[in-house]
């Protein structure tokens, strides 16, 4: 199988068992809403991203840089691996420690503190757990991730589901979440010990790894990517924290549960970009017009496709919102997310302008680029907070993701990879502002009854006209795209390149 070839393979693997994963998560989420509610949720919340935040510090960089090294010398997997966990162990340890001084400093309640330290626990379950997903990408054996993702899912599921029922409520969740970790660990650790390796500390050659690939070595070889990735995942998750210590246990609810949807849909941006790279390291290896070329093209579709996704959510907030939350007590998450939604396009530029710069080699502007938006993040969440409260929150979320974008843009632009952004934008933005005035202008004109407005959708008059507005925008849409040539016939050989088999 070609090289290509099985990067497209383990990308619809991984993209299986994270689709799954995200999908029994969101069901989880419509069961917990009206039971919690938004103090409940507004813990939960809170739990969840400040253990994300600190398994990301824990997991010091490391993923890539993990398969990186074993792909280069397989012989040393178990000296590699072995110093990785020595260095996210100690990590995680910092990290609980922190958790425990955090919750006591700022007061939180009994069962605040406890759903927050039993959630920690899982940064230690899954740093390991990431570790060994690692080992496995670089032995192309990423089919037992997707198992032990697939059976963590079920089982998260599952469990949350039947403790919620027997009126566990929040801490049932949380046990939930826990268990599955330990769950997706135990699943994928004899497979990873049986179909990767070898597992010896000497290479063929006698040579000992500890000595070469020591947590000193592992240490120094993160740095960059663990200062970078703390800074990102701190602007974009911190807000977050935030609400909870400035107002309280409700309104951070509600901002989670408005925000969840932007998280759920940055998935698709993430995978495709994660499909796009090799072939793209490929072209920019030969020639650097062809990478920029390429990357133009990536460029149009990513936009082409999340800035309609983007609207239509914003458009459909309301019954989004209305499905999860049964007792009508979050209404104020529907204007959340039609804000914050506004994200998932800013975040798809910037995972493309992300692959070019590392295509040139230029990875080390993205501390800059992170330790940046995340000043720019808590800065305005300390100014608009205080006045606006979840609001505030969601507008400093997407001045942030657009300050990466600008950020990335720039220093893009003083490489050879030069790519017309304003060209990929603009055509799309044009073709979907027509597309809706045109649909909300026949809606108006042939269904006055439906009450169309420009900023919902109608389900008001029923699942009928809110479908058939949606339809008809998407045709229009995508006439649209055409007629402007945002996207042409040869653009398909960006997909095409991504599976057509060639020689390792």
């Known amino acids: 199988m070609g090289s290509t070839r099985i990067i497209a393979k383990n990308t619809l693997l991984l993209s299986l068992g994270l689709l799954v994963g995200r999908v029994l998560a969101f069901l989880v989420l419509k069961k917990m809403t009206p039971i919690l509610g938004p103090d409940g949720l507004g813990i939960w919340g809170v739990a969840t991203d400040l253990t994300t935040i600190l398994l990301v510090v824990a997991n010091y960089g490391l993923g890539t840089l993990i398969t990186r ?65 690692a080992v496995l990408q670089a032995h192309d054996r990423v089919e037992y991730q997707t198992y032990g993702q697939l059976i963590s899912a079920a089982i998260y599921f599952g469990l949350a589901v039947w403790l919620l029922a027997a009126g566990q409520g929040l801490m049932g969740v949380i046990w939930a979440n826990v ?35 020591g947590w000193r070595w592992m240490l120094r070889l993160g740095l960059p990517l663990f200062l970078s990735t703390t800074f990102g995942i701190l602007y974009y998750k911190v807000d977050t924290v935030m609400l909870m210590g400035f107002v309280g246990e409700a309104a951070t609810g509600i901002y989670v549960l408005g925000h969840r949807a932007l998280d759920v849909l940055l998935m698709a941006p993430n995978i495709f970009a994660t499909a796009l790279f090799p072939a793209l390291a490929r072209y920019g290896a030969v020639s650097q017009e062809d990478a920029a070329r390429m990357g133009e093209r990536a460029l149009r579709y990513m936009v082409a496709t999340t800035l309609p996704l983007t609207l239509f959510f914003m458009l459909a907030a309301g019954p989004i919102i209305q499905w999860l939350d049964r007792a009508h007590e979050f209404p104020d998450s529907i204007p959340v997310l039609q804000v914050v939604i506004w994200g998932l396009p800013f975040q798809a530029i910037n995972t493309i302008l992300n692959r070019l710069l590392i295509t040139v080699g230029r990875e080390r502007v993205f501390v800059r680029i992170a330790l940046a938006c995340m000043l720019v993040n808590v800065g305005l969440n300390l100014l608009l907070i205080p006045r606006y409260v979840y609001y505030g929150a969601a507008a400093a979320t997407i001045v942030s993701l657009g300050t990466s974008t600008v950020l990335h843009w720039y220093f893009l632009r003083r490489t050879a990879l030069q790519v017309p952004l304003r060209r990929s934008v603009a055509g799309a933005t044009l073709a979907l502002l027509l597309a809706w005035a045109v649909a909300g202008a026949l809606a108006r004109l042939v269904f006055p009854g439906w009450g169309t407005d420009w900023r919902v959708l109608p389900l ?6 809110f479908a058939a507005m949606a339809a008809v925008s998407l045709l229009l849409y995508a006439g649209a795209v055409l007629s402007l040539r945002v996207l042409r016939a040869d653009d398909l050989r960006l997909l095409v390149s991504l599976f057509h088999r060639e020689d390792t």
């Open 179 to 213: 268990i599955s970790r330990l769950a997706r660990l135990v699943v994928m650790v004899p497979l990873m010990l049986l179909r990767s390796g070898p597992w010896r500390w000497r290479d063929e050659n006698g040579t000992d790894g500890r000595a070469l690939f």
């Open 69 to 133: 090294e074993v792909a280069r010398s397989r012989g040393m997997t178990l000296p590699i691996l072995w110093s990785a966990l020595r260095v996210r162990w100690a990590m995680g340890a910092l990290c609980y420690l922190f958790l425990i001084g955090y919750v006591d400093a700022m007061g939180f309640g009994a069962l605040a503190r406890a759903a927050v330290l039993l959630t920690g626990v899982g940064v230690f379950l899954e740093a390991t757990s990431m570790a060994c997903d």
């Open 460 to 465: 008001h008059a029923g699942w009928g006209p």
